[in-house]
Each structure stands twice: as C-alpha cells, then as structure tokens.
C-alpha cells in the first residue's frame, strides 16, 4: 500500500519560508505467512506486516512576518516580542513499524508492534539573547526520538452455555532527546549556537529540563538543603535549616513517563448473565505534590500532625528538628519538590459490571 499527501499551510506562504509546502509518503506492506507457507495446525494465522511513514507539520503562525499587537496598558499597538525568523521549515516525524499478528491453538490471538519514530526541525525557544525591542528567538532544531513496544493476547472460548473472553495489552515507550540546539546560526549575529541543557519552566522549584540523552518528561528540583561534607542536612546555631539553589547544578528526581502500562479484559456470559471486569496498571514515573507541600507549611497535614506527637522529626540518623522549622523549610510553593515527588506507579480496577438480558 502506498500513500501521498501535499499540504499548502498558510504559515508556510510567507517570503520567508523555505517551502510553501510539505510532502509525505507512507509505504506499508504484509505477508500472510500461514498461506505461503505450510505451518504446523497449531498456528491457523500468521501475519508479518511493515510499514514506514513520514508526517509534516506546520509551525506556529506569525514567526515569520512583523505582527502588532495591541497593548491595553499604553492603549497602543506594539511589535509582537518574536524575532522574525528566516528559512523556514516544516517540522518533520519518520516514523518505521514492525508487526505480527497470529491465531494460535484456535482460542489464542496475539498482536505484537515494535516501532521507532523520529522528530526533527521542531521550533522552539532556546532561550538565547536577542537585540532591544524583542523578547524570543526562536529556531528550528532539535531531533526526538521514541521507540516502543505494543502487545496484545487474547483468549477466547465457550464451554456450552459459558462464555470466557480475556485480553491483555501492555506497552512501552522510550523518549530520548537526540538533539536541541546544534550548529544553528544566530540570525542577527551570524555565531554558532549550540545548547545542549534547557530550563522549560514548571510549577515552584521543580522544573522540566530538557538535556541532551534526557526525555522530555524529565523532572528536576531547583533547590536542596544544605549538607556538610559526609552529606549530613546542616543545622546552624539557631536550630535552622539552609536551603540553597542548585540551578546550575540542578537534582533529576525522574521522569514523569511511565515506563510501561498494561491492563487485562476480562468478561464472562452464561445463560443471560454476564460479567465483565478490567484492571489497569502504570508502572514507573514520578508525580510531584504541590498541594501535600502546602498543607504540610500550614500544619494542617497527617504528615505534620504525627511529627508533633513524635516530639519533632528525625534527621541524620538521630538528629531531631522542630516540626514546624522543618515544614515551613521544605514545604509550601517555593519548598523543596524532592521531599513531595513519589512513585506514579499503581494498579487499579478501572471498570467492572454486572447484567443480565431478559428473553424476549
């Protein structure tokens, strides 16, 4: 099967655009193996199937062209902050597939896919100076990419008047940042950039960074206590603690992806009844709490509580702090995301039911 496609974006119609549109093909093909070949009566289908595809899409609108915009607090119009950017170009996504696909032992069913995609010419904000009178510079780098596995088995079979049918899935996916900015020429300057590290912001101090073999879920904590030598958290004379900014020097607490998902199907039918149930499981990545942070500087959490009726909180290995100096040092907006960051991982029963069909 072959596939072609042009798109003609209007934000590729600009005189500053390398292209005023994009092309992208797709090829795909299958092999019925269980018919060219003479397989054992085990296996009553079998398929291997292929496929590469490569998507355009289009940036953001005005980068290339001066825009106004209106500002209510000098009831003036004022040039939009982006510096106009030249050679322009669609971003682009490859992606490639591998698949099979098989009924086995009549009741059995399996659906295996492998795939790797890669991204590239992605506009963004490097954050990187620009002259007066702009505030952004954006360029077009970057290469991203994602590999992955889906899977899915299947078993069926009635047995008289019951009916069992079971299906899991599970999947996974790798993001890996190949590239941000490499070798890319600043407009006004003419001076070769590369970065290889990017602060994207985030809620308090704890930002997503993206770095050079990173994924772009990495999460990161700004700030840390303070630590002598052996890495004890360091008290001074007043019985407080010392928080220091660690920007340069930032602390991965993980990413926020999960390593894998699966879930399993199940439904039962027998003489009107049926019932069906499934479980769904997210395995690895972190979350970051934000409001367990703020109820514990307020002292108005579990947490807080059980620290005052313990007489204070443990450090160093038998050091004991006043609840309140640790609390309103590590918790709250601005305190510390390593204290308030956990394991994303659980396994729930995300749907169940019950019925029963009457006869007419």
Known sequence: TLTGRNDWPLQLAGPKSSSTSFFFPSVGTSFVLSEIFDLPKQVSYLKLRGSFASVGLPFPRFLANPTWEWDQASQTYKQKSNYPMSDLKPERTNSWEVGLTAKLFNNFSLDLSLYTTRSFNQTFDPQVSVSSGYKKLYVQSGKVENRGIELSLGYDNTWKDFKWASNFTFSTNKNKILELVKNVAHPETGVIMNKDW??????????????????????????????????????????????????????????????????????????GFDASFLISARLGGIVYSATQATLDLYGVSEASANARDNGGIIINGGDIINPETWYTTVGGREGIPQYYTYSATNVRLQEASLGYTFSK
């Open 198 to 271: 990017l602060d994207m912001g985030g809620l308090s101090q704890a930002h997503f960074i993206l770095t050079e073999g990173g994924s772009l879920g990495d999460l990161y904590s700004l700030s840390d206590l303070q630590r002598d030598k052996d890495g004890n958290i360091y008290v001074n004379a007043d019985g407080e603690l010392v928080v220091n900014s660690r920007v340069d020097n930032s602390i991965k607490l993980g990413s926020v992806f999960p390593k894998a998902n699966m879930a399993w199907q199940n439904s039962f039918s027998w003489k």
